[in-house]
């Protein structure tokens, strides 16, 4: 009894060490590698944005609030996602990314490549207010072609 | 007629493993050129191909039939100890160690099938026809599976490619000639059962076949 007693205590502290120890670190974390992890975490939500409105078009039954918030979603993070590429936040940060070095050897084309996915997710913003399933359908497909052609050039394909 | 011969794949195995070699191979080259549209179609063709199979294997002729080749583990072993000796055998289907490569093979191209139908892509972009049933990240979680098991498949299509060059080399068996003719050469005195097989049976089998392919790839939205 008392025996399993103080080890579940000392379980308990290292638990609780572990996890102060996890957390000055996340504090002490470089601001590379916030970038990337904060970048990462953006492009997930981006990727279940698109997935909402692709699966609305395979059902064929458009909602159109739950479209439009998910175009808002890829248009207002995709503006995020331009300030997060510092320099310095590629392989060398530490922290696994897939972005490759032309990101920042070949910036301008990088920043042309997301401003056209910006603009191209404002346009689907639109559309989606219409609730048009045809339209909705086609500017959906304009905005993967720019995140396939931006990923084509800048991301890791694994 | 000098030297006799006797059936042992029927038409419809034949198709179906030469078809499999292509698709697998046309399924790898569209992923690699995320020519996703074709790697669907790809997909649903061996979705097809596995269900027929499947059927077969239970309504086919002999040589098709799981309750025939899938032996239990005193028949492998025995195979097994045999397989040093130079000495050919008659190949009446699937040998006993052979079976279970079938089994293999179903079970984790079918596991590849099933994951390929779930997966989404990293931009949420293309994705298999089930995937709406699933979430973003289990999307991507089976998108990740749909990679790995694919090396299953190198592996066990390598070792099948190993084990027909070693009966070519060492037991002088040409095994990939019968998967091409359907016959092999008998011995002399040999007298081998005759493959008996319904083409009814067969197209039942094709039509399941495709009509659960076609289903799936609907996304079972008719």
């Given at each position: 009894m008392t025996l399993s007693r103080s080890l579940s205590l000392a379980v308990l502290g290292m638990s609780a060490a572990v996890v102060a120890a996890t957390s000055t670190f996340a504090i002490a974390a470089s601001p590379a590698s916030t970038a990337i992890t904060t970048r990462q975490a953006n492009f997930k939500k981006m990727g279940g944005a698109m997935k909402v409105l692709k699966d609305q078009l395979a059902s064929g039954t458009i909602s159109k609030p739950q479209a439009v918030a998910a175009a808002k979603t890829l248009a207002a993070t995709g503006r995020a996602q331009a300030g997060?590429?510092?320099?310095?936040?590629?392989?060398?940060?530490?922290v696994k990314t897939d972005a490759l070095p032309a990101v920042w050897s070949n910036r301008a084309v990088f920043d042309g490549q997301m401003k056209a996915f910006i603009a191209q997710a404002d346009k689907l913003v639109a559309v989606a207010g219409t609730g048009n399933a045809d339209a909705i359908g086609a500017q959906f497909k304009a905005v993967g072609g720019t995140c396939g052609s931006c990923h084509k050039q800048f991301r890791a394909d694994n | 007629m000098a030297a006799s011969t006797t059936r042992i794949w029927d038409p419809t195995v034949r198709l179906f493993h030469w078809l499999l070699v292509a698709l697998i191979a046309f399924s790898w080259w569209s992923g690699e050129q995320h020519d996703m549209e074709r790697h669907r179609l790809s997909g649903y063709a061996i979705l097809a191909l596995l269900v027929f199979r499947v059927f077969w294997g239970f309504a086919g002729p002999r040589t098709a039939r799981f309750g025939s080749f899938v032996r239990a583990p005193g028949a492998v072993i025995a195979y097994i100890k045999g397989l040093g000796s130079r000495k050919s055998h008659a190949?009446?289907?699937?040998n006993p160690l052979g079976g279970w490569s079938v089994v293999a093979m179903l079970a984790v191209i079918g596991l590849m099938v099933v994951a390929g139908l779930f997966s989404v892509d990293v931009d949420g972009f293309e994705s298999g026809?089930?995937?709406?049933?699933?979430?973003f990240d289990q999307g991507r979680s089976a998108a990740q599976l749909h990679e790995t098991v694919f090396n299953a498949i190198l592996a066990l299509v390598a070792l099948h490619v190993v084990a027909v060059a070693f009966y070519l080399v060492?037991?002088?068996?040409?095994l990939v000639r019968p998967m091409i003719t359907g016959s092999r050469k008998t011995a002399e005195g040999e007298s081998a059962a005759d493959l008996r097989w319904s083409p009814v049976l067969a197209i039942v089998g094709i039509a399941i076949g495709v009509g659960v392919a076609w289903a799936v790839s609907t996304g079972f939205r008719f």
């Open positions: 997060l590429f510092p320099n310095g936040s590629g392989a060398s940060a530490g | 190949a009446n289907g699937h026809p089930l995937a709406d049933y699933v979430s060492w037991k002088r068996q040409n």
